[in-house]
């Protein structure tokens, strides 16, 4: 069985067991502003579900579909340089940026009853 979701803007397909970066997570209460480590996270965004040959898809997403995550760690991605400059004017700018991505871990998929 696998499923794919919908976390911040974007797709990913997952299985029970698998393990991936996202970008960082909320941990979705009111003071907190990031994710925990051990935090249980529910998906409710699933787009599509496929168990046995039955393909399950939504419009756009399945109602009563979840997907149970926990949150491994926070880490940082690769830094990427953004180099900036105006030919003939001297203006250069130098930047640098490194993503803070959330790593979680698929404990469950739910389909609908």
């Given at each position: 069985m696998w499923a794919v979701i919908e976390i911040g803007k974007k797709q990913y397909r997952v299985q029970e067991g698998d393990v991936f970066s996202v970008e960082r997570l909320?941990?979705?209460k009111k003071?907190?502003?990031?994710?925990?480590?051990?935090?249980?996270?529910?998906?409710?965004?699933?787009?599509?579900?496929?168990?046995?040959?039955?393909?399950?898809?939504g419009a756009p997403y399945i109602e009563g579909a979840k997907v149970e995550a926990s949150v491994l760690k926070e880490e940082k991605a690769k830094k990427i340089i953004v180099y900036?400059?105006?030919?003939?004017k001297k203006y250069r700018k130098?930047?640098?940026?490194?993503?803070?991505?959330?790593?979680?871990?698929?404990?469950d998929i739910k389909e609908p009853k």
């Open positions: 909320s941990s979705g003071n907190s502003s990031k994710a925990k480590e051990e935090d249980k996270i529910v998906i409710d965004r699933v787009l599509l579900l496929y168990k046995n040959r039955k393909l399950n898809i900036k400059y105006k030919r003939r130098t930047q640098g940026h490194r993503q803070i991505l959330t790593r979680l871990k698929i404990s």
